[in-house]
């Protein structure tokens, strides 16, 4: 990948090499995770295993991606990210092989589970190599660039999982993972050859990892088998329980030992604690919308899936085109504006769909609305990523983005599983219209959140007080 010369100019040849590794490793991920759903009905006529199979080839994948990002991060804080990550994306890559060579629908949803288990390592870590690399303008151009080419991953990834499908088979979703793990390669090796050895203070906190670990496993267990099972479940009841109790405990491991895992200062930071909140509000919102629209253009419009897909393409291929851009704005007005008027935009997209007379016409109630959202969400997503890690120390970027990831990811699961009963079991046009005012009252929760609360740094174009100039990473950028 060669990036456009008026992006880099300013770049030194470590920074471009840190945005390669970090573009790749983010889009293995996201190539795998979203192409795998238009692979399913191919896995389970080959394999056999029924929905409960090719629900868990799912759902097992994201558990274990969910459950341990947070533990992850903090590891890659503490031992180099280049040296956790370059672990991650080899992990990753085998089982990617052993899904593609599956044999039987037991060894797939067993290799999902472990690619998850990798997926948690190098999604932080990936993020946390830019953070630590550049700071002012230039961390900006790098977040707009990171934005820009993982939208263009995941607009990509449809196209490859249903040409994966329809023209060879279904084992060429996973892979094709190797191409990207073998292009980014020989840059990974180099980040963490130069960088210097880890030089982790005081213990490990294992005790709060596993509290994390069982915290959001649980509330992710739930809310995925809450889908299937109904809120009454026991299975569903015990798993929300003893999530929450486990963070509860993780939260008073946190302010009692000596060498937390997540710092809860991080939170006494305005744009941190801000940045997370609104991050919840506006992917939840983003997750039950694109829920609930993706499947009113097929049941209700009679769109096929690919179809509906190309509907919904103008809203990502905003962001490949206009995040760099916003990036850049946000760096020299600061993140307030964008990060409130990107989702005040976003929510009156939602409603003016909610707010259409039935029958809907795609080309006339739908896509003006689609590309006024793609507007607004890629003048919200770059400044958001720069003002919730910007807010962070170098050091602790690992676990700033495990965080932003985790809370983005459990906030897109309970929307989802609530959409159901948002829209009153039946997706007909009442139901349509009460999921998009119910995703632009979350848009414009995060809008309001931002506007009020989020501070624009004194001078945006000025490096983070106490950064040290962006040359390397004593944890895993340097040489």
């Known amino acids: 990948m060669t990036l456009p010369e008026a992006e880099s100019a300013a770049m030194t040849p470590l920074q471009r090499r840190v945005l390669f590794v970090a573009v790749l490793s983010s889009c293995l991920v996201i190539l795998d995770s979203s192409a795998v759903n238009l692979a399913l009905p191919a896995m389970g006529r080959e394999l056999g295993g029924g929905l409960v199979f090719q629900q868990w080839v799912v759902d097992g994948y994201l558990l274990t991606l969910g459950a341990l990002i947070l533990a992850a991060g903090s590891v890659a804080d503490r031992y180099g990210r280049a040296r956790v990550l370059e672990i991650g994306v080899v992990a990753f890559t085998v089982m990617s092989v052993v899904c593609g060579l599956a044999w039987n629908e037991w060894v797939l949803v067993v290799a999902r589970v472990l690619q998850g288990t990798a997926a948690a390592v190098v999604t932080p870590s990936a993020l946390a190599l830019i953070m630590a690399s550049a700071s002012g303008t230039i961390r900006a151009r790098m977040i707009g660039l990171w934005t820009a080419w993982t939208s263009a991953a ?124 609104s991050t919840l509000w506006a992917y939840g919102a983003l997750g039950m919308g694109f829920f609930v629209l993706g499947l009113y253009l097929q049941q209700r419009m009679g769109l096929h899936a690919f179809e509906a897909g190309l509907g919904l393409l103008p809203a990502t291929l905003s962001l490949l085109f206009l995040s760099p851009t916003a990036a850049r704005v946000g760096a020299r007005i600061g993140p307030r504006v964008p990060m409130a008027l990107g989702p005040a935009i976003g929510a009156l997209a939602y409603a003016w769909m909610a707010l259409e007379t039935p029958p809907l016409d795609y080309w006339r109630d739908i896509l003006g609305p689609v590309i006024l959202f793609g507007l607004g969400l890629s003048i919200m997503v770059a400044p958001l990523t720069a003002a919730v890690l910007g807010a962070v120390p170098v050091e602790s970027s690992g676990i700033g983005s495990a965080v932003n990831n985790a809370v983005a990811r459990v906030a897109s699961l309970v929307c989802i599983a609530a959409a159901g009963g948002i829209m009153g079991g039946a997706l007909d046009d009442a139901g349509f219209r009460r999921g998009m005012l119910a995703a632009a009252g979350l848009l414009a929760a995060s809008a309001l959140c931002s506007a009020v609360w989020i501070r624009n740094p004194k001078s945006p174009l000025e490096p983070i007080p106490g950064e040290a100039p962006a040359v390397g990473d004593e944890s895993g950028t340097g040489g």
């Open 154 to 277: 995941a607009v990509a990834a449809p196209f490859v999982g249903g040409a994966a499908v329809d023209l060879a088979t279904w084992r060429l979703v996973f892979l094709v993972n190797v191409i990207p793990a073998a292009l980014m390669w020989r840059p990974l090796v180099a980040l963490r050859r130069g960088a210097p050895p880890p030089t982790p203070e005081g213990r490990l906190d294992v005790l709060g990892a596993v509290l994390g670990v069982v915290s959001l496993g649980g509330l992710v267990l739930g809310l995925i088998e809450q889908g299937a099972r109904g809120w009454n479940d026991p299975l569903v009841v015990g798993c929300l329980v003893v999530g929450v109790a486990a963070g509860a405990g993780f939260v008073v491991r946190q302010r009692t030992t000596a060498f937390p895992m997540l710092p809860l200062a991080l939170f006494r930071e305005r744009n941190f604690a801000a940045g997370n909140v």
